[in-house]
């Protein structure tokens, strides 16, 4: 039997389709401002390619509620249910989505005991890298440069306000790389609060466009003191969870 | 005298009136009036709100015509008893709607609790009737917001201030009884009214009927399937501030002895399996429904409010006694044994919420802070903490009056519910 998972994002939406329980399809696409029109694009696309809709179907994310079909699920209770496919030992989960972030605490069977969510502010979540980033102009060389240089402290906690924050540095003639990284250990250091205003993993599923930031990655580690772990394509565990729901 | 009559002659800014009332039929009928099942005494409430800014008006205006006075109040500390008792009224004012905030914020710090700046909204833009109808208004100190704005509010309309202690030990207990006697004495001051032991015996009745209506409906709560939807209470716990208190206590006992049929034949407004929610924290002034109407809507009832619209309004009765001087004492005595998140330490308010959690049989307790709330957003840390250990699921949601945030808050409701379901 195939059971499909829709995660209707607001930066993308995702399709994960099993059969029998293995994956058989993924895909992701952009939201661009419209996640049910695009949450339907990935379902005819599906169709398309494999002759018939998926028997059952979960839709979640952002867009859930105004999705024509499937039953609704929220992100929290799906993240928690596919994070728990790739780390069934961990408890704590951080999703870093382009509109907000979570952390999630499930249980030995994968189900939710606590969870906490910030999409109220742009700070902390994987819209406030976007922004600044992009203001930024990187090159792939000042992106590695970062790694090793000495972050510049970030104080702001409004986007707008950091974003000028950063651009005052860059006037001042402090390095790019040096901006970035203190870009993101601050971002990594709001996160970690974040974190361990639920609990102190010692080890946390990292999750959500968010996790692709190596460099968040890096000082999240230093923050908490601990290992992060992040499954496969992070920004597909929802949807997963949803089609295991399915 | 008919309501525009009325409007002006309180001096309200007729226009503002139109756009601020506009839209409130439309949100009433869809979130109260459309929904099947409800208790048939339900429609005194209706019909209160559904001339919220005539009825009970034009009831003041008359009062006051005839000598009396209106008093208006924001808080459940507030011993109405003594102004009751002197024929006067006394009202709790709402403060719970967005439209006032950006009003309040022309002297208000935008950081700054809704409630407070909503308040202020309401004077400044002259759309409260109940506030045109006011003599003054009774402050206290519960927290430092308020404190600092009934300064500004008092170039409005004359403010009495209560000075309401921060601890509840012996030396505090005496401060508070004495800011009571105070105040009796500035009541029959302003009221012109000796207070005796008769009409002041009589007023403690009245308020007592009052607050054991409305514990009596809450103690109906507890039954599954839960025979009335927690919206409708709130809605009866916000018109209990200002509705006239034995015409209000009658149609409240009305209403649980309908529910008492309901109870009886186990019958209810949501299906036995529906989460049972206790919700905790700051005030739901009217119109503020966002919260129980998201709730309910998500598929759970709410059986209880341990807030300032809800519990601690009515948990205590004051004690009778023989002669005036016991009669205030007693009347002091009973707000203190209110768990406000302004007193320190505050462990007695864990106990109210694990008492009602495990009475009501909640499956979850949702802990409602008002923004810019400093105590009850504090204390919010050791509401979670007791939760965790009694094994009660739990979700802490920080809100104000708008309305944009209902699809986030609707996700966190959710998920909550999905939690316990699982």
């Given at each position: 039997m195939k059971q499909a998972g829709l995660d209707l994002g607001s930066v993308n939406t995702k399709l994960v389709v099993l059969e029998n329980g293995k994956r058989i399809y993924n895909q992701v696409i952009p939201s661009r401002f419209d996640s049910v029109q695009a949450g339907i694009t990935l379902l005819k696309s599906y169709v398309e390619e494999h002759g018939e809709k998926p028997k059952k179907l979960v839709v979640t994310g952002y867009g859930?509620?105004?999705?024509?079909?499937?039953?609704?699920?929220?992100?929290?209770?799906?993240?928690?249910?596919?994070?728990?496919?790739?780390?069934?030992?961990?408890?704590?989960?951080?999703?870093?989505?382009?509109?907000?972030?979570?952390?999630?605490?499930?249980?030995?069977?994968?189900?939710?005991?606590?969870?906490?969510?910030?999409?109220?502010?742009?700070?902390?979540?994987?819209?406030?890298?976007?922004?600044?980033?992009?203001?930024?102009?990187?090159?792939?060389?000042?992106?590695?440069?970062?790694?090793?240089?000495?972050?510049m402290p970030i104080n702001s906690m409004c986007t707008v306000f950091a974003e000028s924050e950063v651009i005052t540095m860059l006037a001042k003639g402090i390095p790019k790389p040096e901006v970035i990284a203190g870009l993101f250990k601050s971002t990594a250091k709001r996160l970690a609060n974040f974190v361990e205003s639920v609990g102190h993993p010692e080890c946390l599923i990292f999750t959500g466009g968010g996790a692709h930031y190596s460099l968040l990655v890096h000082f999240l580690e230093r923050e908490l003191k601990g290992k992060i772990v992040i499954p496969s394509d992070p920004e597909l565990t929802a949807s997963l969870g949803a089609a295991l729901l399915a | 005298?008919?309501?525009?009559?009325?409007?002006?002659?309180?001096?309200?800014?007729?226009?503002?009136?139109?756009?601020?009332?506009?839209?409130?039929?439309?949100?009433?009928?869809?979130?109260?009036?459309?929904?099947?099942?409800?208790?048939?005494?339900?429609?005194?409430?209706?019909?209160?709100?559904?001339?919220?800014?005539?009825?009970?008006?034009?009831?003041?205006?008359?009062?006051?015509?005839?000598?009396?006075?209106?008093?208006?109040?924001?808080?459940?500390?507030?011993?109405?008893?003594?102004?009751?008792?002197?024929?006067?009224?006394?009202?709790?004012?709402?403060?719970?709607?967005?439209?006032?905030?950006?009003?309040?914020?022309?002297?208000?710090?935008?950081?700054?609790?809704?409630?407070?700046?909503?308040?202020?909204?309401?004077?400044?833009?002259?759309?409260?009737?109940?506030?045109?109808?006011?003599?003054?208004?009774?402050?206290?100190?519960?927290?430092?917001?308020?404190?600092?704005?009934?300064?500004?509010?008092?170039?409005?309309?004359?403010?009495?201030?209560?000075?309401?202690?921060?601890?509840?030990?012996?030396?505090?207990?005496?401060?508070?009884?004495?800011?009571?006697?105070?105040?009796?004495?500035?009541?029959?001051?302003?009221?012109?009214?000796?207070?005796?032991?008769?009409?002041?015996?009589?007023?403690?009745?009245?308020?007592?009927?009052?607050?054991?209506?409305?514990?009596?409906l809450a103690n109906l709560r507890k039954h599954t399937p839960a025979p009335i939807h927690g919206l409708d209470v709130l809605l009866i716990n916000q018109l209990s501030f200002f509705d006239d208190p034995v015409r209000f206590a009658a149609q409240v006992n009305a209403l649980c002895d309908e529910l008492d049929v309901r109870v009886k034949e186990g019958s209810g407004v949501a299906p036995v399996d529906a989460p049972r929610i206790l919700v905790t924290g700051t005030p739901q002034p009217l119109p503020a429904w966002k919260l129980h109407a998201l709730i309910e809507q998500a598929g759970a009832v709410v059986v209880g409010e341990e807030t300032c619209t809800g519990e601690r309004y009515y948990k205590d009765i004051t004690e009778p006694a023989d002669n005036i001087s016991d009669m205030l004492a007693n009347i002091a005595k009973r707000p203190l044994k209110v768990n406000c998140a302004c007193f320190t330490p505050n462990q007695g308010r864990m106990e109210d919420i694990a008492f009602m959690a495990d009475n009501l049989k909640a499956d979850a307790v949702i802990d409602f802070t008002l923004q810019f709330c400093q105590t009850y957003g504090v204390e919010s840390y050791f509401v979670g903490k007791e939760m965790e250990k009694k094994e009660i699921p739990f979700l802490r949601l920080e809100s104000d009056f708008s309305d944009e945030d209902q699809g986030q808050l609707l996700t966190r409701i959710e998920a909550l519910i999905e939690m316990i379901r699982a």
């Open positions: 859930r509620v105004n999705f024509p079909e499937g039953r609704v699920i929220t992100e929290i209770t799906c993240q928690a249910r596919g994070c728990h496919v790739y780390f069934p030992d961990y408890a704590y989960i951080l999703d870093l989505g382009g509109q907000d972030a979570k952390v999630i605490k499930k249980s030995a069977q994968g189900k939710v005991v606590q969870f906490i969510m910030n999409d109220k502010c742009a700070a902390g979540t994987g819209r406030f890298l976007d922004v600044i980033l992009k203001g930024l102009d990187l090159t792939s060389m000042e992106m590695e440069l970062a790694t090793e240089a000495k972050p | 005298m008919d309501n525009r009559e009325l409007w002006t002659a309180l001096g309200m800014d007729l226009e503002k009136h139109d756009d601020f009332l506009a839209p409130v039929p439309a949100i009433f009928t869809s979130l109260f009036l459309d929904r099947p099942n409800r208790p048939k005494a339900m429609g005194y409430f209706d019909m209160v709100v559904g001339d919220v800014h005539g009825i009970r008006v034009h009831e003041l205006y008359a009062m006051k015509e005839a000598g009396a006075k209106v008093f208006s109040t924001f808080c459940v500390y507030v011993p109405e008893e003594i102004i009751v008792a002197t024929g006067s009224a006394n009202i709790g004012l709402c403060a719970g709607a967005q439209y006032t905030v950006s009003s309040g914020e022309k002297v208000l710090p935008r950081n700054l609790c809704p409630l407070i700046k909503s308040t202020m909204g309401f004077k400044l833009d002259r759309i409260c009737p109940y506030f045109q109808v006011s003599d003054w208004v009774i402050g206290e100190t519960t927290c430092d917001g308020k404190k600092k704005a009934w300064e500004i509010l008092n170039e409005h309309i004359p403010t009495y201030v209560m000075d309401l202690p921060q601890k509840k030990d012996a030396k505090d207990t005496r401060l508070w009884e004495e800011e009571v006697r105070e105040f009796a004495s500035f009541i029959e001051r302003e009221t012109k009214v000796t207070i005796t032991p008769e009409n002041l015996a009589k007023a403690i009745q009245t308020i007592n009927n009052k607050r054991q209506a409305l514990q009596r």
